[in-house]
């Protein structure tokens, strides 16, 4: 039978969680109308989280479990599930339950008054450094000025109606940055607060460097902003070039033409050779992109598949 509900966790050393996970997501999904799946994604875990995984799957068949071949990324891992996924609505939800699982019923109440698209907003979350908030509430509004989507200040905790996942499943880009193409496809969407609690074990995967890399795929993922800024930073090189040129000419001319001395002049050409390597840097990001699409690899392998009648 068909389960009314999927539930999409991807996993990544997230041993310690786990059970607690199942504990309280069981629980919630019990008082929902219809039938449910939980499908937990192994991203490549190094500690026990996949024998964890077997042991709650022979314990309700309820589970099922997609291993990757070897980390891909949380990104991936959302698509990986997404794609088996068969319930009319989908819920995707981190591991560590700061994604509360008592959250849900809200989300389903938005879905069934006529929402395909319903995301988790959150409005406090405890242990957050105050850096943190600042540089996701900058990123966020950096983002909606350089795309022509709208993507909300939420994370990847969201239900989606079946519509929107098969439309969602169509977009096969390798760098993928599933927030922003959930806003892409459109659909009618809103939003539901939460309060996130501390990760229940374990320490958070997202590093500076990873969450950086995560900003940078989403702004040249849905924007070429960058390149016309590059171009623009060019043009206004260039303008003061040519009217540095025009006052030297000017004063040659007037017997006010002094000899420049070499400070100005490593100034000046360190000042272009700086800009030239960043176009020629935004222009590589973008033709790394191309080049990693061109390739056709696919998005994710998959090891092994426990409780799922049909390949991705």
Request: hydrophobic share 45%.
């Given at each position: ?38 499908i ?11 024998e ?35 319930g009319d ?15 849900i ?8 008054e ?14 957050e ?20 989507i709208?993507?909300p ?19 096969r ?26 990760r229940y074990a ?28 590059v ?53 590589g990001e ?27």
């Amino acid at each position: 039978m068909t389960p009314r509900f999927s539930v999409v966790v991807p996993v990544h050393d997230e041993e310690g969680s786990l059970r607690e996970l199942y504990r309280r997501l069981a629980a919630v999904l019990d008082t929902l109308d219809g039938g449910w799946e939980l499908i937990l994604v192994d991203d490549g875990s190094r500690d026990r989280s996949f024998e964890t995984m077997l042991e709650l799957r022979r314990a309700d068949p309820r589970v099922k479990i997609v291993r990757l071949s070897r980390n891909f990324g949380h990104q991936v891992a959302i698509t990986a599930g997404i794609d088996l996924a068969s319930g009319d609505a989908v819920i995707v939800m981190d591991g560590d339950l700061q994604h509360p699982p008592e959250a849900i019923p809200r989300l389903v109440e938005r879905w069934r008054e006529g929402y395909e698209v319903v995301y988790g907003v959150m409005t406090e979350r405890a242990g957050e450094s105050r850096f943190k908030r600042w540089t996701a509430s900058l990123f966020y509004r950096l983002l909606r000025r350089l795309t022509e989507i709208d993507v909300p200040p939420a994370g990847d905790f969201r239900l989606v109606d079946r519509k929107a996942v098969d439309a969602f499943a169509s977009l096969r880009e390798r760098n993928r940055y599933v927030r922003g193409m959930f806003s892409w496809i459109g659909f009618r969407q809103t939003g539901v607060p939460y309060e996130a609690p501390p990760r229940y074990a374990g320490r958070t995967k997202y590093t500076l460097q990873r969450m950086l890399r995560l900003a940078a795929h989403g702004i040249l993922s849905f924007s070429n902003v960058p390149l016309r800024l590059v171009l623009a930073l060019g043009f206004l090189v260039s303008g003061l070039a040519i009217a540095e040129a025009v006052y030297a000419l000017v004063g040659k001319l007037g017997g006010f033409y002094t000899v420049p001395g070499w400070a100005s002049i490593v100034f000046v050409v360190s000042l272009l050779g700086g800009i030239q390597l960043i176009v020629l840097g935004v222009i590589g990001e973008y033709v790394g992109l191309i080049y990693d699409e061109a390739k056709r690899r696919p998005i994710y392998l998959v090891r092994e598949l426990h409780g799922f009648e049909r390949e991705p």
